[in-house]
């Protein structure tokens, strides 16, 4: 196995082919360092400047000093440029009003372009050309001819090989590095002009399939590379052959580097690579800057569109994605019906629009109307964008694919991989002329397998669609500012509090609202925090809910002192931060009970009333288009089952608000109106008591609550069941008819989102 601190030749290996290493040597390679006099930051900002030219090849040197910085540069500078920020505080971003689309766009725009923009795309070929003058430059001819054994003649790798698990040439556990690099390096032999491989070596993966077009290569012109040659029993590969085959490699290689960076990074991690580099910043506002916006975004997701705010005759020059734009494109990404390139019409793409929920790692979806979804499309400034005469259909471009993706079981990445391993079971009948094509017929190419695409469109559909969490467990939670930023709380009570606000958003990947929060006060290593809830309630950093399982809640102001985003997209979050982790718990039970049910196919947390225009209850609620829905459960794309959830914090207008959004529904519509337990009863029910059909006499019981079953029974009576809702269910009454733990997974995958 790879020991990547015992010498720069395993370093070499890892950094030249990194879909042959284990996902642990890979996380290694991307934490080593080296002693330099150059700071760090400033050896970082001279690479990205420099990759961001967009004109190296693989005859310049790279820009690095060590030979783990070609790897671990090109994955760090793709992550810290996609999460640039050059605009705000310039004049293009303090033009538009403070709440804009515009300025929304203006941040981050190169994040929320869909794919890789045109400036990490630089990224990628910059590294490609680093491997390929490394591979040719910097290693010795053994380590030179084991890299063209891996790559051409390697070992019957397809008996080992699935697709979620392909073969690692360097992530073995029975054989010693040295014995491996001997039997490797013996098989090729170096000859003038690139390498020999006797012909009892040679399968399907000796020949190799074009490389991307765009990027240069020493054979510019794909149809002057020079054949293989026939000399005796073995097969001449020439070096220009070895480079088509090893960029094709390098590239999907790149895309593995950078998802694991942007899996293992955290927030501010990023934020610190962006503020050492401080010349890329600089470069990218100057390109942005530019006439030519698909100089920096190809395609262009831009809309000539004009603020009515803002002065007309104002400069704005700078290039960034139309938010309307992007919602069609990552639409586009989600779906399994709609293709990019492919004559679409406006009503089609429209319902398809309504049913997606980008992550909000995405911009938010908004396009509410057919007519805003028209315009956006009609002013397109890149002419990919086509349409078709007197129908209205477009085409739309499809982006450059993107690393930038939660980790997920299948990728092109390891597709590829697994694709390559297979091809050593291939035999290819081999003419007898002393000069041989190098090309594999198109059938057994990697990239145009059927399984290849699935692959593709599989990590675009995670790209909109996954969260990116913050921590894979509760236990793995680290603080997202500086614990000494905030001096009134102990680096304890900062983890703590973090823990749980990281929860109530959703943000831990193996934690759900429907679990206790009683270990939040743990540690690894079984101790507790050296916190007191007690003295956090009174300071006003925390409240307890009064349920039988504990869990707690902190405040808006505080989670946003502690770096935590509030998360307000629908299908992920409510609009307003106040939202108490009480209801919160409520609206990720009622989804678990609404998604077990059997005429369910699809659950969405926190949907937007607009979204159900082309379905067949839209007549009855089109007047509460710019309402919310706590949870609704769908068959066949048609609303099946609703549910609100109320607790005793809410106001009058609300809850009433609640009230009429259930009675709208048409009585096919199952409607669950839920509330924590009997206590949140009587303040509920007098925020109502003017409504009809809830002026009703309820006895109290100790403790100040009412008795659920008394309350349905009286609601029963008076008309509400069964007029404005179906059923009123408490918290314990839906644990109740929760599946067991080994069936949650099974109903929880066809929730928007992830609780």
């Known amino acids: 196995?790879?020991?990547?601190?015992?010498?720069?030749?395993?370093?070499?290996?890892?950094?030249?082919?990194?879909?042959?290493?284990?996902?642990?040597?890979?996380k290694h390679l991307l934490t080593l360092s080296g002693e330099s006099e150059t700071p760090f930051g400033e050896r970082l900002d001279e690479y990205c400047v420099e990759a961001l030219k967009g004109t190296g090849s693989p005859d310049d040197p790279p820009v690095v000093e060590f030979i783990h910085e070609i790897a671990t540069f090109a994955a760090l500078a793709a992550v810290r440029v996609e999460f640039a920020d050059p605009l705000p505080g310039t004049h293009h971003y303090e033009q538009f009003p403070e709440h804009s689309s515009e300025r929304r766009m203006m941040t981050r725009p190169l994040r929320k372009h869909p794919g890789l923009s045109r400036f990490t795309r630089d990224i990628r070929d910059h590294y490609v050309y680093n491997v390929l003058y490394a591979f040719q430059n910097l290693l010795p001819e053994a380590l030179q001819r084991e890299i063209v054994a891996v790559l051409f003649a390697p070992d019957a790798e397809w008996k080992a090989s699935t697709s979620k698990r392909p073969a690692r040439t360097y992530y073995f556990e029975n054989e010693s590095l040295s014995t491996l690099h001997s039997r490797y390096a013996s098989r090729v032999t170096q000859c003038e002009g690139g390498y020999e491989l006797p012909f009892t070596e040679v399968t399907a993966r000796t020949f190799i399939e074009p490389v991307d077009g765009r990027m240069y290569l020493p054979s510019p012109d794909l149809d002057d590379l020079p054949p293989f040659s026939r000399r005796g029993d073995t097969l001449s590969i020439p070096t220009e052959v070895v480079c088509v085959r090893l960029a094709n490699y390098a590239w999907h290689g790149w895309y593995r580097l950078v998802s694991l960076a942007y899996q293992t990074l955290s927030d501010s991690d990023i934020q610190r690579y962006v503020e050492i580099t401080p010349h890329v910043r600089e470069t990218i506002r100057d390109h942005l800057d530019m006439r030519r916006p698909n100089r920096s975004f190809v395609p262009y997701y831009g809309s000539a569109s004009q603020n009515p705010l803002v002065d007309p005759n104002s400069r704005d020059t700078i290039s960034r994605p139309d938010k309307r734009l992007v919602t069609v494109a990552d639409t586009l990404r989600a779906s399994s019906t709609l293709d990019f390139g492919e004559p679409i019409l406006l009503p089609e793409l429209f319902d398809e629009i309504c049913e997606f929920f980008p992550s909000p790692a995405?911009?938010?979806?908004?396009?509410?109307?057919?007519?805003?979804?028209?315009?956006?499309?009609?002013?397109?400034?890149d002419d990919r964008f086509g349409t078709a005469e007197m129908i209205a259909s477009y085409e739309i471009p499809e982006p450059v694919p993107t690393p930038f993706v939660s980790r997920i079981k299948t990728s092109p990445w390891k597709q590829y991989r697994y694709e390559l391993a297979m091809l050593t079971r291939e035999s290819l009948t081999i003419p007898g002329s002393r000069h041989i094509s190098p090309?594999?017929?198109?059938?057994?190419?990697?990239?145009?397998?059927?399984?290849?695409?699935?692959?593709?469109?599989?990590?675009?559909?995670?790209?909109?669609?996954?969260?990116?969490?913050?921590?894979?467990?509760?236990?793995?939670?680290?603080?997202?500012?500086?614990?000494?930023?905030?001096?009134?709380?102990?680096?304890?009570?900062?983890?703590?509090?973090?823990r749980v606000g990281l929860a109530m958003e959703r943000r831990i990947g193996t934690y759900s609202l429907t679990e206790s929060m009683a270990s939040f006060r743990d540690t690894p290593d079984g101790s507790e925090l050296d916190i007191d809830v007690a003295q956090l309630d009174e300071r006003g950093y925390l409240t307890r809910p009064k349920t039988p399982r504990t869990y707690y809640s902190v405040p808006w102001k505080v989670r946003k002192r502690l770096g935590i985003p509030n998360i307000s997209h629908d299908g992920w979050g409510e609009r307003a931060p106040s939202e108490g982790t009480l209801h919160r718990v409520g609206i990720d039970l009622l989804s678990l009970l609404v998604a077990s049910r059997p005429d369910v196919d699809r659950v969405v947390r926190y949907c937007d009333i607009w979204r159900l225009q082309s379905t067949a209850c839209w007549d009855a609620i089109s007047h509460l288009e710019k309402k919310r829905l706590d949870v609704v459960g769908f068959s066949?794309?048609?609303?099946?089952?609703?549910?609100?959830?109320?607790?005793?914090?809410?106001?009058?207008?609300?809850?009433?608000?609640?009230?009429?959004?259930?009675?709208?529904?048409?009585?096919?519509?199952?409607?669950?109106?839920?509330?924590?337990?009997?206590?949140?009863?009587?303040?509920?029910?007098?925020?109502?008591s003017e409504t009809e059909h809830f002026d009703v006499e309820v006895s109290r019981r100790k403790k100040d609550g009412y008795r659920p079953a008394e309350v349905r029974g009286a609601l029963a009576d008076s008309g509400a069941i069964g007029q404005v809702f179906d059923?009123?269910?408490?918290?314990?009454?839906?644990?109740?008819?929760?599946?067991?733990?080994?069936?949650?997974?099974?109903?929880s995958g066809c929730i928007v989102g992830a609780i």
């Open 1 to 26: 196995m790879l020991d990547l601190n015992a010498s720069d030749a395993h370093v070499a290996r890892a950094v030249v082919l990194p879909l042959d290493c284990s996902r642990k040597q890979l």
């Open 362 to 381: 995405r911009p938010s979806n908004d396009v509410t109307a057919k007519q805003t979804l028209e315009n956006a499309l009609e002013g397109a400034i």
């Open 439 to 498: 090309f594999l017929p198109e059938s057994l190419q990697p990239s145009t397998s059927s399984e290849y695409a699935a692959s593709k469109q599989h990590t675009e559909q995670a790209a909109v669609s996954m969260p990116r969490y913050d921590a894979t467990r509760v236990m793995s939670v680290q603080p997202l500012v500086d614990p000494s930023e905030i001096e009134e709380l102990s680096a304890h009570e900062i983890l703590f509090l973090t």
């Open 636 to 688: 066949q794309g048609d609303p099946t089952v609703i549910g609100e959830v109320e607790t005793k914090t809410g106001g009058k207008a609300g809850t009433q608000g609640t009230m009429e959004k259930l009675h709208s529904f048409p009585d096919q519509v199952d409607r669950y109106f839920v509330v924590p337990n009997g206590k949140h009863l009587p303040a509920i029910l007098s925020r109502l």
């Open 727 to 747: 059923e009123l269910l408490t918290y314990r009454n839906i644990r109740s008819r929760l599946p067991d733990k080994s069936g949650v997974s099974e109903y």
